[in-house]
């Protein structure tokens, strides 16, 4: 199995960026499609972006599109979200998360496998 844990995380103000990383290690990344889902207090957990195993196709929820890139380093192991001119509403933690299944747009969030800890992003206005 796969150890995920994402990095990056923080505080901003709105219309700035961050990058948050997530590093896998026990398992080849490439073994798995990549996704990316936040939580905010008092909501559920949602899908943010989501990667095909040789970055050949990205997805991402409309909230986020224009917004955010997904991007992948297998030979590092490690995913990437770039978060561009944030706003309030993107304050939750996010979560990097590993699938073993098939089609970025329609895996539901029980299919990934792993998870990591997750990270704090805060945005202010």
């Known amino acids: 199995q796969v150890q995920l844990v994402e990095s990056g995380g923080g505080l901003v103000q709105a219309g700035g960026s961050l990058r948050l990383s997530c590093a896998a290690s026990?398992?080849?990344?490439?073994?798995?499609?990549m996704g990316w889902f936040r939580q905010a207090p008092g909501k559920e957990r949602e899908f943010v972006a989501a990667?095909?195993?040789?970055?050949?196709?990205?997805f991402y929820a409309d909230s986020v599109k224009g917004r955010f890139t997904i991007s992948r380093d297998n030979a590092k192991n490690t995913m990437y979200l770039q978060m561009s001119t944030l706003k309030s509403e993107d304050t939750a933690v996010y979560y990097c998360?590993?699938?073993?299944?098939?089609?970025?747009?329609?895996?539901?969030?029980?299919?990934?496998?792993?998870w990591g800890q997750g990270t704090q992003v805060t945005v202010s206005s």
């Open positions: 026990g398992r080849t990344l490439s073994s798995y499609v």
């Open positions: 998360a590993a699938s073993t299944g098939w089609g970025i747009r329609t895996l539901s969030l029980s299919q990934y496998n792993y």
């Open positions: 990667i095909t195993r040789r970055s050949g196709s990205t």
